[in-house]
């Protein structure tokens, strides 16, 4: 079955669906490189949240960068948001329920030759599209911490075409992305797994009372695995721990038998409004 690819991109607009942490940074490594974008979430203290962002991280740009700035709007109109989108990446908070009905409503609105992307860390999108249609257009697209980490996961849904994949393989980069393909289902992306087991092992030194995250990351440091100031913790802290519960929860629903110390952990700093950097505590205060 052949898969219509979107045509004159450069005209169109991609829309990511949430405007949380991640999302209004993929928003924003995207309009730096010239593309419109318009970021959907139902929550206006979100909305306008995002839109500062955006704003704050505009003033750090180059005059030629700010020259090119695509337009960036927020709305809470799904049919607006996804009104002649050539890309839509959901970017939800990590719960396979929330996914799936989001998922659904994308694949029912969105423009007929528009590509579906689930920016999921954990779940692959296989597990996401029993509400979707078209799963030929739909698959994973994770990004990390765009645009300081330019690396973005592909890895199909099981039904994903291949002409989707290649496609993005190689537009992706006229952005600033470096697209990489997990050739097979996995349980998570290759980077993600690495991540996983790191933080995961370093949350147990902490529950065990070895080390505090300071100490941790500053012998990560010292050992050369991290640069300073960019441990395990606090990069934990700026992704948001909130963000790294739902990870752990997700993880241990797949796989009772992994070790519970890091979820246990996350509980604690969650239960008491500790998120990392977003609230302004979390294994750091800022």
Known sequence: M???IPTRISQRPMTVIGGGTLGRAIAFAHAVKGTRVRIYDPDKATRESAAAFIAERRQS????????FGEVSTTSELDEALREAWFVVEAVPERRDLKIDV???????????AIIGTNSTTLPSRMLIEKVRNPERLLNIHYY?????PAVDLMSCGRTHRSVIDFL???LPRYGLRPFETKADSSAFIPVRLWTAVKREAMSILA???????E?????YAAGYAPRGKGIFR??????????LDIENQALERDPSLPTAARDVLRRYVKAGKLGKKSGEGFYKY
């Open 208 to 214: 065990e009372g070895l080390a505090t995250p300071a």
């Open 2 to 4: 052949e898969r219509n």
């Open 216 to 220: 941790i990351d500053e012998m990560t």
């Open 61 to 68: 740009l180059s005059a030629s960068q700010d020259s090119s």
């Open 235 to 244: 990069r934990m802290d700026r992704n948001g721990l909130d963000v790294a």
């Open 145 to 149: 911490r765009p645009p300081e980490c």
């Open 169 to 171: 393989l190689k537009i």
């Open 103 to 113: 998922l659904g409503d994308l694949d029912e609105e969105a423009e007929p030759d």
